[in-house]
């Protein structure tokens, strides 16, 4: 188990209600986390319910689900960026 | 090469006549500026902007360095709002120099697809009926395949 | 839709500012600056243009009204110089106003080229070596071939 | 005969000598007036005498060397343009 801080933006931070956390986690992948979060709470399991309409960043690097974690010390979860 | 990702507004113009004169044996220089506009069906009363600090820095640079490589940048600046801005308020503004006019465009067409789809920024739109996130457009991720 | 076609020099960044100021409804700003600079082997003195009057005005409008039509340009405005100028100095500049990016790329990207081969200008560099006629290139003709 | 306004731009001005001159003409087309005008002195035949590297308007308009000069006022010779 080690920890990792977690941060949700746009509409996911609104559903989860909250903008970062720090959480205690064995998952050896980004997609074991998720499994994580959403057994947690309904908010959580309704958040993540389509990855496909989410994006994810690994101390502040784009990657995808399947990434590992290793050794990341930051973890985001947001909706496709409309900047511009 | 200057990013600046800031919530302050800022003078297009000014922004532009200082990145113009800084620019030493350019031959052209395109400029891209987005401003806030009624998107929806009810009028807009703010545009609020949400990022991710830190990464948004980072990932803009990164484009700005692709862009620098790919088409021999002599100079290039980035200025993104976040925060809450009104109908007409500018958001954000791109300048590339270069020696030839097509590599001015193209990198900076270049840095406005990449802005659009990979740069943290998330947009709500907030009207008299409520508010509502921005959905990113097929079209907008469709255009990074032409890079 | 402002053409002018001047010997004075200009400030391109004040245009812009006073051309984004009376764009009313735009999302999008584009502009393009062409600066002299050293083209040839020896260092250029001047860059003398000259131009035919009263085509250069007709031609480069019935340009602005196709662009217009094509990528509905909310405002536009094209700023060319003849007479001598020096490296450095600002040549032209185009700025197109429109509701969505890729139309005001297009457009300012279609002015570019059609100013480039269509309109009536012919530029001649001045070194200590001598003065020569800028040739077109062929690049620049197969550029229309895009539109 | 009529009378045109025959001007000359750039290279071609050089090589003519002046900008432009009023010239008294049979011609049907714009190659027929620049048949008379190579005709006229060596000057001018060197000036045209590779009409590919010239192009030709006709009252302001950019045309080709079969057209008519019909009742254009003002026809223009210039080598290919180099704005922007």
């Known amino acids: 188990m080690r920890m990792i801080e977690v941060l949700y933006f746009a509409w996911l931070r609104e559903r989860i209600g909250l903008p970062s956390e720090t959480v205690e986690t064995a998952a050896e992948t980004v997609a074991d986390l998720v499994e994580e979060l959403r057994a947690r709470e309904a908010r959580y399991a309704l958040a993540f319910s389509d990855l496909a309409s989410l994006r994810v960043a690994l101390d502040q690097e784009l990657t995808t689900f399947d990434a590992p974690l290793k050794g990341a010390k930051e973890v985001a979860f947001f909706p496709p960026m409309t900047g511009g | ?147």
């Not at chain 2, 545009?47 to 991710?52: G, K, L, S, V």
């Open chain 2, 1 to 147: 090469m200057v990013v600046r990702v800031q919530s302050a507004p800022f003078d297009p113009a000014g922004a532009i006549g200082g990145f113009a004169t800084g620019c030493k044996r350019v031959g052209a220089i395109v400029t891209f500026t987005g401003i806030v506009r009624d998107l929806s069906g009810s009028p807009l009363k703010k545009m609020r902007i949400e990022h991710y600090p830190g990464m948004t820095e980072k990932a803009i640079m990164a484009m700005v360095d692709t862009a620098t490589q790919r088409w021999s940048l002599r100079d290039c600046l980035v200025i993104h709002r976040y925060g809450d801005l009104e109908p007409g308020d500018t958001i954000m503004m791109v300048a590339t120099a270069t020696a030839h006019r097509s590599d001015a465009f193209a990198a900076a067409e270049y840095l406005m697809d990449y802005l659009k789809s990979r740069a943290p920024f998330w947009k709500k739109e907030i009207t008299d009926q409520g508010a509502r996130w921005v959905t990113a457009k097929d079209d907008d991720e469709a255009a990074l395949g032409r890079w």
